[in-house]
């Protein structure tokens, strides 16, 4: 918490005491527990659970939260059977209080990604679509070459480009539901630590120039549904630059390319820091 190594240390001191750490001013009650179900939520006032240890993304695992008292749960993934998979700006307008308790926030490449279909599917509609998403390596790959059930994830994450899927994607249907079906794609791990670009190409309805569709973006960006999570960049960004932005997607207006209806759009993304954001933002939304 102290020290990180992309983002440098934390503002503030840290201190652990009697069962509880303090930092930044505020004062945290330190649990260990393996089983979600035992965890006093409700004794303790908490009711919006962030679950993000990864061994919770299926709908049984993340209602024991719910069980203990919280009144919703935050998947910091992608998940099986939550009540809704939201992506801020895209389709947050469809949660209902009432009804939707367990919570996707998808993946941080989904929350780039879909902003990018949604602009384009607005504005002139999509027939069909691939990404690839150039993705910062992650801890599901190996420092070192080492056994994994992906070969290519078997290898060393800093010094490869490595080839591996991603279901973001696909994951666009669940946000995006006239999209089902119609957008695939793949990762590229690359060896940098955070910070990473997803490339979009579409095939439209009708022909569209560059102009149209950065016009498109920019008219997304200042006003609108999507003007908190996407901005507008025209400047000539590399993937250093966008660490610590808080966007789901900073659209690269100098990449833009077209071809009659075929489209090719870049957005960037702090997949650590940019995705952290969305849950906050998105916690505060469900109460």
């Not at 209806?261 to 957005?267: A, E, L, P, Q, W």
Request: hydrophobic fraction near 40%; charged fraction near 20%.
């Amino acid at each position: 918490l102290k020290y990180d190594s992309t983002l440098g240390p934390l503002e503030g001191d840290v201190e652990v005491s009697g069962g509880v750490i303090s930092a930044g001013g505020e004062e945290l009650k330190l649990l260990s527990e393996r089983d979600p179900g035992a965890i006093p939520w409700g004794d303790l006032g908490v009711e919006v659970v962030l679950e993000s240890t990864g061994f919770f993304t299926k709908r049984d695992g993340a209602q024991k939260h719910l069980d203990a008292g919280a009144k919703k749960v935050v998947i910091s993934a992608p998940a099986t059977d939550p009540d809704i998979t939201i992506v801020l700006g895209v389709n947050d307008d469809t949660y209902d209080q009432d009804s939707h308790h367990i919570v996707s926030n998808a993946s941080c490449t989904t929350n780039c990604v879909a902003p990018l279909a949604k602009v384009l599917h607005d504005a002139f509609t999509i027939e069909q679509g691939f990404m690839t998403t150039i993705h910062a390596y992650t801890a599901d790959q190996r420092l070192q070459d080492m056994p994994h059930d992906d070969l290519r994830r078997a290898r060393a994450a800093a010094i490869n480009l490595i080839p591996t899927s991603t279901g973001a994607a696909r994951a666009i249907g669940l946000v995006l539901p006239e999209l089902e079906g119609k957008v695939d794609g793949i990762s590229v791990r690359a060896p940098v630590p955070t910070g990473s670009v997803t490339d979009l190409v579409v095939r439209l309805s009708r022909d569209a120039s560059v102009a149209e569709v950065n016009e498109a973006f920019r008219s997304a960006a200042s006003s609108g549904p999507l003007s908190e999570f996407l901005q507008y960049s025209n400047d000539p960004i590399v993937s250093t630059d966008i660490q610590r932005s808080p966007y789901s997607c900073v659209f690269d207006s100098e990449l833009t390319m077209a071809n009659g209806s075929m489209i090719k759009v870049f957005g960037w993304y702090d997949n650590e820091w940019g995705y952290s954001c969305r849950l906050v933002d998105l916690m505060g939304k469900l109460l």
